[in-house]
């Protein structure tokens, strides 16, 4: 069935809008307050033996050592992330800082190293699982499917993924979207950072970390170092967390019910095993945590937000056209609907994708526009492929596509992975209700129009499954695509 709402934000609410559409950057650098009393390091700048790596081999070889229900083993902090991790939706990036967080404390405590702060692995530089974690026999090493060769692929992880996430300068785009819960809720929807390198270093490595237990394998703590790291870049390059009380109120309390409705000992737990709680807000800056890294990303210059500065903005409106869409599409063929949509709004979304495209040679000048409009698909309900491993590339209005059509091609929008093999799922990535993922689709429209394939009154967004073969695989939707088109000016 078709929908179209249009909602006029109005004069008041054109703020917000511009926000949205990645016009402002926030003046506050979120990672201020506090002095940094540790400093997570690069593994890959650390020596083998290294007291940050022979510590962290020691504590987790008496993890392992300790029963399975003392809070502290390692079986039981996986237990933890199994029963609580938020995924799909504005809860994932909080959670798991505090998650590593209390997981630092405890091998502080374990192996007396109390200046010991966890190393992270930045897969962007380094692509393959640091040497460490293959050595024969060592508590750091883990049945995978990747071997020691094995590159994360850069399709996932690459420069220009890095720097189109730290592009982004509304909080929900960067870090995944709004929803009323943890798990169990409503809303939700994963952004690039969550559905691509974090989804597909998972998948990449096999074994548990494919799986909600994944904090089995001690690499994970080092991945999801670096997928901190990479908020607290954004952070420092002058982008505001969300004030929304949703959020920052929130409390991850010793009594909250896991996504099964249990009450278990705690959630989160301290150094010598006692319950811990955090609030969201009080997650925002790993400063007043207490640490900081010793290497954060770049922010680009991007005269687009100097442009968008530039306008009055007088109103502000939203549209949404969608279709639902229950359906089962064989390998190799795209799962596809069309959306019917005016000349005027892809030649208003295209010329905002032409000056957001320029803005990131700072050499250009600003470039003014009378509106800018951009434009986001959100795919609801796709379900997990048979094959756990796979991926999916989204394309707009390509007749030829195949599994051959690289993503160099000007149809092309973006890439993303499932992290559903086993465990439990949270709202937006649930095995029931089916992943929710959104993508930027503003850039795409301008790349087809000056190729000379100007969209004129359909929208035709395609999605292809990938297995981990690079084959084709099916794929099945229970939801809806709907393309949500921002305007302000």
Known sequence: MDTTRRTVLGIAAAATAATALGTFRAAKAQNAGGIAQFNRRDVNTLDPDDPILTTYHDAVKAMRALPEDNPRSWEHQAKIHNRYCPHGNWFFLPWHRAYLAQFEGIIREISGNTDWALPYWDWT??????????????????????????????????????????????????????????????????????????????GAIGGDMSSYFSPRDAIFWLHHGNIDRIWASWNAGGNANTNDSDLTSFLFSASQRDRDGNVNASQFVG??????????????????????????????????????????????????????????????????????????????????????????????????????????????????????????????????????TPISDPHYVGSAAFFLAGGHAGTGHDHNQGATYRFD??????????????????????????????????????GSFELIIKTVG
């Open 441 to 478: 689709l503003t850039e795409a429209v301008d790349a087809l129009r000056r190729s000379g394939r100007t969209i004129s009154e359909q929208i035709r967004p395609q999605i292809l499954a990938i297995g981990a073969d690079g084959k084709g695989t099916e794929l099945a939707i229970d």
């Open 271 to 404: 150094p010598n095993g006692s319950p811990i709680e955090y609030t969201v807000a009080d997650l925002y800056s790993t400063q007043q945590m207490g640490y900081a890294y010793d290497r954060l990303e770049t922010t680009v210059p991007n005269t687009f937000i100097f442009a968008a500065q530039n306008l009055a903005l007088q109103s502000a409106t939203q549209e949404v056209l969608g279709r639902d869409i229950n359906r089962t599409v064989n390998a190799g063929v795209p799962l596809e609907t069309a959306i019917t949509i005016t000349s005027a709004l892809t030649q208003s979304v295209a010329e905002t994708g032409r000056v957001q495209a320029l803005s990131r040679i700072a050499a250009l000048q600003p470039v003014s526009l009378p509106k800018l409009s951009t434009a986001t698909l959100v795919a609801r309900g796709l379900k997990t492929p048979k094959d756990p491993d796979a991926t999916i590339r989204v394309f707009l209005n390509c007749d030829y596509l195949t599994l051959e």
């Open 125 to 202: 530089r380094n692509p393959q699982i640091p040497a460490p974690f293959w050595e024969s026999g060592s508590a750091l090493n883990h049945a995978r499917s990747a071997n020691s060769t094995t590159n994360m692929p850069r399709e996932y992880v690459g420069e220009d993924v890095i720097e189109a996430i730290m592009l982004k300068s509304n909080f929900e785009d960067f870090a995944s979207f709004k929803a009323s819960a943890p798990y169990n809720g409503t809303g939700g929807g994963q952004a690039t950072l969550e559905a691509r390198p974090h989804n597909r270093v998972h």
